[in-house]
């Protein structure tokens, strides 16, 4: 039987179902791609993750590992790939998990959901969700990596200050900076 860290398929779609709010392809992919990451990963005691993407993979990360973004030990690094990096805190070396283009041409819902060659109202998403359970690992490929070293660095504790615009209370390095980050220009709300 097939299980995805030490939950069993069923498990894990549900925990995917009640944490996601539904059966997502990606998060579905993302927990094979944890379970490989997690059995190949360093023997080391403490290790963090790299996301490269912000859909779908993070939750699977946060649903199958103590990684979460909260605790500060997954880094979402969006640069749109669907990967994920399991690596020793310390040092650096991990190992990369990503999902291959070529392995996807044995598996053509697969290629057409994730490459989006099909609209989403056109894909077949029960196939869809059948050949991500057949093909399990089979569509992934992993490599040992080392981390570049200014991604192990811890941040620092800052300092807090209150802020002279707005009166709320914010970290900064920088004690010459009497405004936040909002108040100084970064638009979040209209």
Known sequence: MKTICEYTIDEYKERIEKFHGHLAPGLLIGGFMVDLAVKNKPDCEFYDVICETAKCLPDA?????????????????????????????????????????????????????????????????DLLIRE??????????AKEVTVAAELLDKAKSKKIYICSGCGEAFPSEDDRSALCPACNGEKLYK
Request: proline share 1%.
């Open 61 to 125: 990360i946060q649903l199958l590992t103590p990684c979460t973004y909260g605790n500060g030990w997954m880094k979402v690094i969006n640069v749109g790939r669907f990967a994920i990096t399991l690596f020793d805190k310390y040092n650096g070396r991990g190992i990369r998990v990503s999902i291959s283009t070529e392995k996807l041409n044995n598996y053509k819902e697969i290629r057409n959901w994730f490459l989006k060659l099909k609209k989403k109202d056109e894909q077949d998403k």
């Open 132 to 141: 991500i359970m057949e093909a399990g690992t089979n569509i992934l490929d």
